[in-house]
């Protein structure tokens, strides 16, 4: 069958979709681009905010509607998050809708999709993350070494396919129980569970044999990454430093972090491996105390920039990135001035910057009134922005007249629009360095996938320009 599958929301996401990819081809399916060439149409879905539901609601209605007058064998899916969030729900609202998988049911999609062609309808979702978590506490100690296979749709990779050319992400964590008062990401993805280190290593060992030479680790709180069997305890320093010994690996990064278990383990790692990339994505979502305590984040902004401070010292030109939610109930101006005071002290070269969105189930949404008005949202949202555009060009600036590494990824979307027509012998093209800066420069398209220095000429607030130093392929 030809199926169309879309991608929501984070990377978690992103890896999800290409593993199920991989799996679906194994399972003799061909994917397509053509929404309305196909036979099986999947969402994977992101409730992080209601924005991202509202997309999938529409897009299924579109979708009910051609199944209904057109297509009546069209198979129709919603994976991941807002699967797990609504699960059966979903079915009974979308009545032509035959399959309902939870993020953690991701490896039995094809066999769901054949329950669905013989006319069945599916939903599969994962235990009740709540009830996950007592289950887990009443093991304890177990519950690390249990190596029941949460993770096999990792251990069923293609090394041969589906990734991006020299980049790849690897799952070291799953799930989250930090329960931060605005997030559903603990009520969907479940408790948080550390995969085996021998796994992550042999995963990373064998993306690398294939090509791929720079690698992120990814996990929802990364930084918590924690493994023991009772006589051993790996904590995610000895997982960065493994990893980074892994031959031919020329780039190593890992998203997203927590602030509050950043140690300086994690930070002298990244010092001493000249592999591991000097750039962390460390959301603090406020730069004031009353709001980050109504949030559930257990720290304080003192105590975030005292650990700002701490990775400058320990790692030198240490690039940092950062989200804010603007509008969380009670924001006072007050609040919403201490996360700008807090992206000028910081100086970070890129924030993330949402409006608060309520969302079912969490704490806030449960006890606390959505009491800033939607024009305050966005006037705070365009405001944060604002500061982190000044903050983000003089980040960029400070390149100018200096040389980076650049990783290749191809043409650039300027490619065309420079005022001469683009050959495959010279192009505009797009890169990163290894603090993850966007990088334009001119060059033959053949350079993708590979590392190039670049003498940076010019920058704006999102990235770098600048020439190929000569002499190099
Ligand atoms: N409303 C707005 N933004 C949210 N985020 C998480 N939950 C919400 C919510 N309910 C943001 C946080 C997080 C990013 C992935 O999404 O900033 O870091
Ligand atoms: Fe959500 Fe907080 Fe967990 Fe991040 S740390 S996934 S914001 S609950």
Redesign the pocket.
């Known amino acids: 069958m030809k199926v169309y599958l879309e991608t929501m929301g984070?990377q978690m996401n992103r890896l999800d979709s290409e593993l199920v990819t991989v799996s679906l081809r194994a399972a003799g399916h061909e994917m397509t681009d053509d929404r309305c060439d196909a036979d099986v149409v999947l969402y994977n879905t992101c409730s992080?905010?209601?924005h991202a539901e509202e997309k999938v609601y529409s897009r299924l209605g579109g979708d009910s509607r051609r199944k209904a007058h057109h297509r009546p064998r069209l198979i129709l899916g919603v994976l991941g998050c807002m699967a797990q969030r609504e699960g059966a729900e979903l079915a009974n609202r979308f009545g032509l809708l035959d399959i309902v998988c939870g993020p953690g049911q991701l490896a039995r999609l094809p066999e769901l999709i054949s329950a669905a062609a013989d006319g069945s309808r599916v939903v599969a979702l994962d235990p009740d993350p709540i009830e996950a978590r007592r289950g887990a506490k009443a093991t304890e100690g177990a519950a690390s070494a249990d190596d029941s296979d949460f993770d096999a749709l990792d251990l069923a990779r293609d090394f041969q396919d589906g990734h991006a050319g020299a980049q790849a992400y690897v799952r070291v964590m799953k799930g989250c129980d930090n329960f931060?008062t605005?997030?559903?990401?603990p009520l969907v993805r479940g408790p948080e569970r550390s995969r085996r280190p021998e796994r992550i290593a042999q995963e990373v060992r064998r993306l690398v044999d294939a090509g791929v030479s720079e690698v992120t680790l990814i996990g929802q709180t990364v930084n918590r990454y924690r493994w023991s069997d009772g006589s051993r305890t790996f904590a995610f320093s000895d997982l960065l430093a493994d990893v980074s010994e892994i031959a031919g690996l020329r780039r190593l990064r890992f998203v997203?972090s927590h602030p509050l278990d950043f140690t300086n383990d994690i930070l002298h790692v990244m010092a001493e491996r000249a592999n591991i990339c000097e750039y962390i994505h460390l959301?603090p979502?406020s730069g004031s105390d009353a709001i980050l305590r109504r949030m559930n984040r257990k720290y304080t902004r003192s105590q975030y920039d005292e650990l700002i401070d701490r990775a400058r010292e320990i790692v030198p030109g240490v690039v940092l990135a950062g989200?804010?939610?603007v509008g969380?109930p009670g924001e006072a101006e007050a609040d919403h001035e201490a996360s700008a005071d807090l992206i000028r002290r910081s100086g970070f070269k890129n924030s993330?910057?949402?409006?608060?969105?309520?969302?079912p189930g969490?704490a806030?949404?449960r006890t606390m009134l959505d009491d800033v008005p939607d024009e305050v949202k966005r006037r705070r949202n365009n405001e944060l922005l604002a500061v982190q555009h000044e903050v983000g060009l003089a980040h960029c600036r400070s390149y100018i007249a200096t040389t980076v590494e650049v990783l290749v990824e191809g043409p650039s979307v300027r490619a065309g629009k420079q005022g001469f027509e683009p050959t495959p012998q010279r192009t505009q093209l797009a890169g990163r360095t290894r603090g993850s800066h966007i990088v334009h420069f001119l060059g033959p398209e053949r350079l993708a996938g590979q590392y190039v220095n670049v003498h940076i000429t010019d920058a704006t607030a999102l990235s770098l320009q600048g020439d190929r130093e000569a002499g190099q392929e």
């Open positions: 984070c992080v905010r209601r931060c605005y997030c559903i990401v997203t959301p979502q989200d804010f939610i969380f993330f910057v949402f409006k608060y969105s309520p969302r969490t806030a949404a």
